[in-house]
Nanobody, 124 residues
Framework: QVLLVESGGGLVQAGDSLRLSCAAS????????VAWFRQAPGKEREFVAA????????YYADFTKGRFAISRDNTKNTVWLQMSSLKPEDTGNYSC?????????????????WGQGTQVTVSS
């Protein structure tokens, strides 16, 4: 079992930045690849970014267009999502998810463990 807890969401203005955190506890965190997904009201959940269990490989959805950066520190059992130049369309509930494999997938159904999410609201 891996427990994931997200934090760092909030209400910001367009153009601002936020850093989301995903803190893990339980099993050896370095065994897990981690991804961020988001869900906007009335829309399906979508892939945002992911990182391999070593941290050496990262993956992004096209809409991030260099605005987002995912990173991790396995000594701190934490993954971060740095978001900059935020847009109103980035509004949603952001969740992290973990899968016990070296490299992540963009498919949410493959993930074994999920956090409860943190809300990001970007005003125009």
């Amino acid at each position: 079992q891996v427990l994931l807890v997200e934090s760092g969401g909030g209400l910001v203005q367009a153009g601002d930045s936020l850093r989301l955190s995903c803190a893990a506890s339980g099993r050896t965190f370095s065994n897990y690849a981690v991804a961020w997904f988001r869900q906007a009201p009335g829309k399906e959940r979508e892939f945002v970014a992911a990182i391999s269990r070593s941290g050496g490989s990262t993956y992004y959805a096209d809409f991030t267009k260099g605005r987002f950066a995912i990173s991790r520190d396995n000594t701190k059992n934490t993954v971060w999502l740095q978001m900059s130049s935020l847009k109103p369309e980035d509004t949603g509930n952001y969740s992290c998810a973990a899968i016990e494999t070296a490299f992540p997938t963009r498919k949410e159904g493959n993930y074994d463990f999920w956090g409860q999410g943190t809300q990001v609201t970007v005003s125009s």
